[in-house]
Structure formats: C-alpha cells, structure tokens
C-alpha cells in the first residue's frame, strides 16, 4: 500500500494539516493508516494526545536514521503509511523522499511560499534521475480563501500549471475546524457531531473540503 | 467515499532501499542543501546514574596531599572524601 509523503522544506505551510486530514480520512474509509511524526515540532503527536481516530497508528521521533526502515516496516497489506516531515532542508527529508508513492508539497499562495517549497520539487525531480525511477509528487495550495482566488493564487497556479506541475483540486481552505483539530484531537466527523467541541467555523464545509481533497490524493494513488 | 475495496486498488511501486541507493540520495539532497541535521549529542562521559558528582576547588596543596594519600592508599579521591566525610560526621 502506498506511502504519502508531506515535503516542503518550509514550515507553517499545512503539512501537519494535510496529514492529518489523509489520515483521518483515509481511516475513516476503513485504511490501517500509519502516520510518522518526524517533524521535531510533534504537531501530530500532541494531536494524536488528545485521541487519534480508529485506525490510525501514530510512531513518533522517527529520526534520519530510522526513517527507511520504519517506513519498510509500517508499509504492508491494507496499510498507508502517512509521513510528516519537519520544515527545514535535511537529509531526513530526501530519504524519506526516496521511499514515497506520492509526494505532497503543501504550498500557501504566497511568492515566499512557492520559492521554498520548489525546492522540495527540484528535490523529487533530481531523485527521480538518481533512482531511475519516478516518484510521483503534487502541489496542494493551502490556506486559500474560501470567497474569493486571490491574484496572487491565480498566478501560482498558472504558473505551476505551465511548468508542468501537478497541483491537487480542491485546494485547501483556511478553515478554524483544521486548526482546532490539533487542539481537540480526532477527527472532522467527531468533531461535527459533539456539541462540546466549539469551533470558530464551518465544520461541515472543512468535512466536505477535506474529502475531495483525500478523493483528489486517492485518484492519483491508484 | 467509503468502503475499503477501494483501497484495495491503492498500489505501492516496489523501492528496492539498498545501502548505495540511500548514500546516493544523500549525496543528492546534500547537493541541493538537504543536510544531515540531526541534533548532535552533547560531548563527554554521561554522569553515572550511581555515583555524584562534586567539582570542589581546593588550594593546589591540599589537591595533591589529597591525591597522593588516595594513591597510597589504593582508593579513589572520592572514595577518600567519603571517609574524610564520615569521619567529620562522625
């Protein structure tokens, strides 16, 4: 089963975000789904803290050295493993790169943004050549508004599109129910469905957006 | 979407990880600034978990008196101090 894997050498762009949304998600869907935490933040740990959903395994300090063979051991039947990398240019991030059926690159729509997280594609793309194998890698944009595609967004897009770049539909909204998930633990649907969870937005509008995006991730796993 | 059948059609492409593969990925990440940036311990013995550890200064005379009567009598400086401990308790 497939091995996803979260790279952008830039933090705070949603990669925490997007790992937990495929992992409850694809849980949710009746996946045995393993998330490495290997970011030193341990964004996912402290979600997990508060209650993973069912189905979903989290492994923490999973370091340079470990990151091959715990992703070796985790892959298997029915399983998908979930990677979450720290936002800097390391080692642990090309290696986990290396072990990746889909790379996600989570980016912001922002020219800072896009700058930084090129790298993690240059990254693939110079791997695929070492390897001699491809590794299929997309950008998702993050944090978009939900009323209006800002210039700059449009522009990015563009540019991606025309640089031959995958770029994941739907993008990911700013959405309070995303960040708060860190904070209650679990998933969207627990979260929609218990009154003593209060959010500031939308929960049925982030379900509904986190959906399409892991429908939008699985087509290009199949 | 629900139902695992669907994952079923989910496929892993075989990643045969061998030593010089992972080097080669290393060599190049380190290329495009993707370096190995894991903590560094920090240098020298670690404390044993046994025994505490004092750090007294004492004027050079009485330092080596102390160590030249441990050496004579065949135990550590530490070991000396606990005696000379026990005999100021005592």
């Known amino acids: ?222 | 979407m629900s139902g695992s059948n669907r994952l079923a059609g989910l496929k892993a492409r075989p990643k045969d990880t061998t030593v010089e593969e992972v080097r080669r990925v290393d060599e190049v990440g380190e290329a495009r600034g993707f370096l190995d940036r894991t903590p560094r311990k920090k240098p020298g013995r670690k404390p044993s978990p046994r025994t505490y550890q004092l750090h007294p200064k004492v004027l050079p005379e009485v330092g080596e008196a102390i160590a030249s009567e441990a050496e004579a009598l065949g135990i550590t400086q530490g070991q000396l101090i606990e005696r000379m401990w026990s005999a100021y308790r005592g």
């Open chain 1, 1 to 222: 089963m497939p091995v996803i894997v979260m790279a952008s050498p830039k933090g705070g762009v949603g990669k925490s975000t997007c790992a937990v949304l495929l992992a409850s998600e694809f849980a949710r869907m009746g996946a045995d789904v393993t998330v490495l935490d290997c970011d030193p933040n341990k964004s996912l740990t402290r979600w997990a803290s508060h209650g993973a959903p069912s189905g979903v395994t989290l492994k923490s300090d999973v370091g340079r050295s470990e990151i091959v063979p715990t992703i070796r051991s985790a892959d298997g039947d029915g399983k998908i493993v979930i990677v979450d990398l720290e936002g800097v240019a390391s080692q642990l991030v090309s290696r986990a790169i290396s072990q990746a059926d889909l790379v996600i690159v989570p980016m912001q729509p922002t020219a800072l943004d896009a700058e930084i997280g090129s790298e993690a594609l240059a990254l693939v793309r110079e791997e695929e050549e070492a390897l001699g194998r491809s590794i299929r890698h997309a950008v998702v944009l993050t944090k978009t508004s939900a009323a209006v595609k800002s210039r700059v967004h449009k522009e990015l897009e563009a540019q991606l599109n025309g640089a031959g770049i995958d770029v994941i539909e739907p993008s990911l909204v700013a959405r309070a129910a995303f960040s708060e998930l860190f904070a209650y633990g679990g998933d969207l649907t627990a979260m929609m469905n218990d009154p003593e969870m209060v959010t500031g937005g939308k929960v049925d509008k982030a379900l509904a957006n986190a959906q399409a995006f892991t429908e939008a991730v699985y087509e290009r796993l199949k």
